[in-house]
């Protein structure tokens, strides 16, 4: 019988190699290949993990092998675009990063190379072949942070570095200010200025490691993830405050030092498109981007004070849901008097209240229910908040003329059923709506006013002859958002009794609530807000009432008798609920 000989190894052994080089004794050799058949791993893998072998002498035992192509995966070899494509959760998952991509392949770093299912879920996710070579597990992960945290690809609120921290690198720089990325060339988070709303790009995309650039990211990122509203730049006589407004309310979030103000103030006005020569005047603007899935308007307002200049920037979540009328918080009786209001074929229709009050939530969740395919909407905004599939949206420029009297002109001629107007400024714009509700069209639109009864006063006021109002308005929505108390830390409280006899109340046994503070609610005792409503119906006789050119005590009292309840009562109810407090009551109502 002819005996076929062996098969001659091609590849040494990596066990062998590492006892020829008097890296390992054999026994620890044994001891690895033990660890491996009990744990189902591969060697390297039980020699780094028994101790036996750090990383990189794996990796150079690997490349003498010559089994698999190693590297030493450093971040400034990655392509972060085309790593962010696998996403943080698939590539720790995996252990695996994409590096770059040549000729058709892919080179991805993994720690386990010959891993054929990894490998074909890596190539059907990036469609692309793969070339696949070994990294180690502290290096890909090392790699994972870099591309996902630091430098703003995929999810930021997973081990980003905070703003504190990022503050806290800043002081320690001593670098020159052209290495601040303020120069024409670093533009790493790409902004679109009005009109080219087009050009919108992912926050972060491109982004310079650059401390300055870095920075502004950040508080821009974790402003819009606390949901703050706004954020405030205020340059000190020593440093320079950064606040967030969140929940109606400003807190003090760092403290850059001043050296790095004037920096900051630069990134934000090119960001902007503003004149950073310009110093001494105060300068407005804005800018889109998109933060993931969500799609951002930032408005940006510079100010010229005796300490600096400082900014005030606007955030609003063009990418948030638009909610329905009962997702406001409304009782079933609001509601219904919302949809009688709406259900009309033509009219006026107003949301009132301060600014940051809700109105232009409520005026979307109203169009949500007007929206059919049988009707044409047009909206004009400044700036357009929520886009709208099967709406056609404008937004106001008043730099170009683009005025809401001026767009609204133009709407009428567009054969609209349906009209939103983001504000009435002034007499012109308050007339053509007017004149618009009374020729087919149902016009909504919002006003800064304290209460519904005196939002006609203020149209009178604005020359709206009284008849024409009457005709013309069909229902005002008037609302103040209150905050709302954190669920996590609330107990009852001892009013004061002025607080109590301002409000009116008597009742003894009436409990109230306040929180105390927690980790939950930043130690505010507040967490949310809820909305309160004073919904104005008008039917006849109010009609009847407001063409007269009767006060607005007079309007008030028909209104209570049927039905219409204030929003100091709306207020209380959700105080004696435990909702919000007796002080945010009286301060927000009258």
């Known amino acids: 019988m002819l005996r076929v000989a062996a098969r001659p190894t091609l590849v040494p052994q990596l066990g062998k190699i590492l006892i020829e080089r008097g890296i390992l004794k054999p026994r620890e050799v044994e001891e690895a290949l033990s660890h491996k058949r009990s744990n189902g791993c591969k060697l390297g893998q039980s020699l ?53 991509r040549v000729a058709g392949y892919t080179t991805v770093a993994m720690d386990d190379p010959q891993d054929v299912f990894a490998i074909d879920s890596i190539q059907a996710k990036l469609e692309s072949r793969v070339l696949p070579v070994y990294a180690s597990a502290n290096e890909i992960a090392d790699a994972i942070r870099y591309v996902f945290n630091e430098r703003g690809q995929g999810d930021y609120d997973d081990g980003r570095l905070s703003v504190e921290a990022l503050v806290e690198r800043a002081s320690d720089s001593n670098g020159p200010a052209d290495d601040f990325g303020m120069g024409g060339g670093s533009q790493s988070l790409s902004f679109s200025q009005e009109p080219k709303q087009e050009e919108e790009v992912d926050l972060g995309e491109g982004v310079d490691e650059k401390p300055i650039v870095r920075l502004v990211q950040s508080v821009l990122i974790e402003a819009f993830q606390e949901g703050a509203s706004d954020i405030h730049i205020e340059p ?105 209001i ?85 007499q012109e714009t308050a007339r053509i709506a007017v004149e618009a509700s009374m020729t087919g069209h149902i016009v909504l639109s919002s006003l800064h006013t304290v209460g519904s009864v005196e939002s ?10 009284s008849y024409l109002l009457g005709d013309t308005l069909k229902g005002v929505v008037a609302q103040r958002l209150l905050r709302r108390i954190c669920e996590h830390c609330r107990q009852q409280s001892s009013p004061d009794p002025e607080v109590l006899r301002e409000l009116g109340i008597e009742d003894p046994t009436a409990k109230f609530y306040e929180g105390r503070g927690c980790s939950r609610c930043r130690n505010q005792g507040y967490k949310g807000r809820i909305g309160i409503y004073e919904i104005l119906l008008v039917n006849e006789e109010l009609r009847g009432l407001i063409q007269a050119g009767a006060n607005s005590e007079k309007i008030l009292s028909a209104a209570r008798q049927t039905g219409l309840t204030t929003l100091r009562e709306e207020g209380l109810a959700r105080a004696t609920a435990g909702d919000v407090t007796l002080a945010d009551v009286l301060s927000m109502t009258l």
């Open 456 to 465: 006609l006063s203020r149209l009178m006021d604005m020359g709206i002859e």
């Open 342 to 426: 709406i259900r009309c074929r033509e009219g006026f229709v107003l949301a009132t209240g301060p600014t940051g009050s809700g109105k232009t939530t409520t005026l979307y969740s109203l169009l949500k229910e007007l929206i059919t395919p049988e009707r044409k909407i047009v909206t004009l905004e400044d700036p357009v908040e929520n886009v709208i599939e099967g709406v056609s949206q404008i937004n106001a420029n008043p730099k170009i003329g683009l005025t809401f009297a001026k767009g609204l002109r133009s709407i009428l001629r567009q054969d609209p059923d349906i009209v939103l107007v983001g504000e009435i400024r002034d």
């Open 48 to 100: 780094v993990a028994l101790g036996f072998l750090s990383a990189p002498e794996l990796t150079e035992a690997l490349n003498i092998q010559g089994r698999i192509a190693c590297l030493r995966l450093h971040p400034e070899i990655i392509d972060v675009g085309l790593a962010a494509r696998l996403g943080e959760h698939f590539s720790r998952e995996n252990r695996a990063i994409a590096i770059n």
């Open 236 to 340: 000190n006589s020593n440093d320079c405050l950064i606040r967030f407004r969140v929940d109606g309310a400003c807190y003090e979030k760092t403290r850059v030092p001043r050296s790095w103000a004037s920096r900051m103030m630069v990134r934000i006005k090119l960001m902007a498109a503003l004149d950073i020569a310009q110093r001494r005047l105060p300068q407005d603007g804005r800018a889109q981007l998109r933060v993931g899935n969500d799609r951002v308007d930032l408005r940006v307002t510079t100010t010229p004070t005796i300490c600096g200049e400082g900014a005030v920037i606007r955030i609003l979540d063009g990418g948030r849901s638009m909610k329905n009328m009962r997702s406001l918080g409304l009782r079933d009786e609001q509601i219904s008097r919302l949809q009688r």
